[in-house]
């Protein structure tokens, strides 16, 4: 069977109502490297993602019969998202996380990029938890704003405004900055 032209949700009922795992293994690949980057930009470090990525991975295969309907990526996203504040309150050092919870992989960069750089992931940390999460979902992960509504328990309404206003906020903030380096 061609797996490539089905939807998640289609392919995730075949997982669910015939155990087929060929089309788990599809439905993995197709989202495998989406959750581990979301889960090393929320928990900072590989080992941590690593296990985490792992977990969601049991989990949604544990849990497969309590998806119902709605967005596949929504629903695997609440999972990964889930997950990584778990072992976000169990770390004993949370001023650490804050630092360092948005690296980006461009350490090899030099002069005006690194700059932009340091300063957008700081930019980043400092927004709310709300348009952090929503800005995240929007451009790291491209959930639509429907899935990033089902995500967070929002409405489509309320993920637009949150994104809109993460980014005002950002142009506000790195605005100087940009400014400086032309």
Same mark, same amino acid.
């Given at each position: 069977?061609?797996?490539? $032209?089905?939807?998640?949700?289609?392919?995730?009922?075949?997982?669910?109502?015939?155990?087929? +795992?060929?089309?788990? /293994?599809?439905?993995?690949? /197709?989202?495998?490297?989406?959750? &581990?980057?979301? !889960? $090393?930009?929320?928990?900072?470090?590989?080992?941590?993602?690593?296990? #985490?990525?792992?977990? #969601?991975?049991?989990? #949604?295969?544990?849990?497969?019969?309590?998806?119902?309907? =709605?967005? &596949?990526?929504?629903?695997?996203?609440?999972?990964?998202?889930?997950? !990584? $504040?778990?072992?976000?309150?169990?770390?004993?050092?949370?001023?650490?996380?804050? %630092?360092?919870?948005?690296?980006?992989?461009?350490?090899?960069?030099? =002069?005006?990029?690194?700059?932009?750089?340091?300063?957008? /992931?700081?930019?980043?940390?400092?927004?709310?938890?709300?348009?952090?999460?929503?800005? %995240?979902?929007?451009?790291?992960?491209?959930?639509?704003? %429907? %899935?990033?509504? +089902?995500?967070? =328990?929002?409405? #489509?309404?309320?993920?637009?405004? /949150?994104?809109?206003?993460?980014?005002?906020?950002?142009?506000?903030?790195?605005?100087?900055? $940009? =400014? +400086?380096?032309?």
């Amino acid at each position: 069977m061609t797996y490539e $032209l089905l939807s998640d949700e289609d392919i995730f009922a075949l997982i669910r109502d015939h155990n087929d +795992e060929q089309a788990y /293994r599809a439905l993995y690949r /197709r989202y495998d490297k989406r959750i &581990y980057a979301y !889960c $090393l930009r929320a928990l900072g470090n590989h080992e941590e993602a690593k296990d #985490v990525f792992q977990t #969601v991975a049991m989990t #949604v295969y544990d849990k497969r019969s309590s998806f119902t309907e =709605g967005s &596949y990526a929504a629903w695997l996203f609440t999972i990964t998202r889930n997950m !990584c $504040l778990k072992t976000i309150r169990n770390r004993k050092n949370q001023t650490e996380f804050i %630092e360092e919870s948005f690296p980006f992989e461009s350490a090899e960069t030099h =002069g005006q990029d690194f700059l932009l750089t340091e300063a957008l /992931r700081k930019a980043i940390s400092k927004l709310s938890d709300d348009f952090r999460d929503a800005l %995240e979902l929007r451009y790291y992960d491209d959930l639509s704003y %429907e %899935e990033i509504a +089902e995500t967070l =328990g929002i409405t #489509v309404a309320l993920a637009k405004v /949150r994104v809109f206003r993460a980014k005002k906020q950002l142009t506000k903030t790195l605005s100087p900055i $940009l =400014g +400086e380096l032309r």
